[in-house]
């Protein structure tokens, strides 16, 4: 078969690492789908990424094609199939998160604008470096002629890490866990809801209020652990969320590439226009989606309450500010 290019942006970087191989090894595209890997970095990180390079190469993978280590735009993004951008700016002690989104709005303007560029019009673009909803609503807004609905954002983590706390909670597996939606932004304003999830106790699908009977505990500290993972995980390993990000990523992309199961649906950052959620338009914010022939369609129809809806329009209100932020150093970048 016809080898797909896939880019990986950041590829010298920790989140990467634990990307390159399940990509490589099949986990992703299929077991029987030949791959270009096009790793991208900047300039400082070619020594590091020619070391991935070489362990790539020695993990001898019959799927992968050719490897691609540059620190050029018109390299990375000529052709694409599917764009990963992991590489961002990381939030430094004592930054402003305005200092951060300036110095990624350039970053992802310019990445939009190489995408716009070179790449193929059908390519997916997922953005994974944080802030990562605006981030990725800047790289989509500097690509003009890729369409708005081929690019998304990450909240796949927060999605697994909502289903997996339900699931620890009632001591059955992930798997028997479904329907869990992040709405918003990939920030502690973030909202993990299970008002319309189901869980499947000895082969019966309940509702997970149902399930668990412990309301104060779903709409408290269940809600601040899936918020506040990322930071719980840095204070523990002194470094941020690799491997379960890479997990994230390779779910979210498989879903994009065959579909969501028939009955599931998936969190994803995607643009808000026409959602009928009374999420206002032109934000990258995370939705439920079901996804087919790799085009997605937000869930609709779930009813809010009033809990819901408090906490939906809370992270819609962040999200708004930091696009009129990012907007602003948009047009002096």
């Known amino acids: 078969g016809e080898a797909i290019r896939v880019l990986v942006t950041g590829a010298a970087g920790q989140i990467a690492y634990s990307l390159l191989y399940s990509i490589a090894k099949g986990d992703v595209f299929g077991k029987d789908q030949p791959l270009i890997l096009v790793l991208l970095d900047i300039t400082p990180m070619m020594t590091v990424l020619e070391g991935v390079v070489m362990e790539l190469q020695d993990c001898a993978l019959p799927l992968l094609r050719e490897v691609v280590p540059t620190d ?10 599917i764009a990963i951008l992991v590489g961002s700016m990381p939030r430094r002690e004592g930054m402003e998160r305005k200092d951060l989104l300036k110095a990624n709005v350039k970053i992802f303007k310019c990445q939009g604008a190489a995408l716009d560029k070179y790449a193929k019009k059908t390519v997916k673009v997922v953005v994974v470096g944080n802030p990562a909803n605006t981030n990725c609503l800047i790289a989509s807004k500097s690509a ?18 909502a289903k997996s706390q339900i699931a620890l909670k009632l001591g059955v597996t992930a798997n028997d866990v479904k329907n869990v939606i992040i709405w918003g932004n990939h920030s ?11 869980v499947n106790m000895k082969g019966k699908e309940v509702g997970v209020y149902e ?7 779903l709409k408290g500290d269940f809600i601040l652990t899936v918020q506040q ?23 979210h992309i498989r879903d994009i590439w065959f579909g969501t199961p028939a009955g ?10 026409g959602n009928s959620y009374g999420v206002p338009e032109d934000l990258l914010y995370s939705f439920p989606v079901v996804i087919k022939d790799k ?39």
């Open 264 to 273: 599931e649906f998936v969190s994803m950052g995607v643009i808000s226009d």
């Open 144 to 161: 003009p002629s890729i369409p708005k609905e081929n690019f998304s954002c990450l909240t796949r983590l927060d999605h697994n890490r």
């Open 72 to 81: 050029k735009e018109e390299v990375a993004f000529k052709d694409l199939d």
């Open 188 to 198: 502690s304003t973030q909202y993990p809801d299970v008002n319309h999830a189901k």
């Open 211 to 217: 399930a668990i009977k412990d309301d104060s505990w």
């Open 295 to 333: 085009a997605w369609k937000f869930v609709e129809g779930l009813p809010i309450n009033d809990f819901s809806r408090e906490k939906m329009d809370l992270t819609a209100k962040e999200l708004s500010e930091e696009k009129e932020t990012a907007v602003e150093f948009l047009s002096s970048a």
């Open 229 to 251: 993972r990322g930071a719980a995980v840095i204070k523990a390993r002194k470094l941020s969320s690799a491997m379960s990000a890479a997990k994230a990523i390779c779910d």
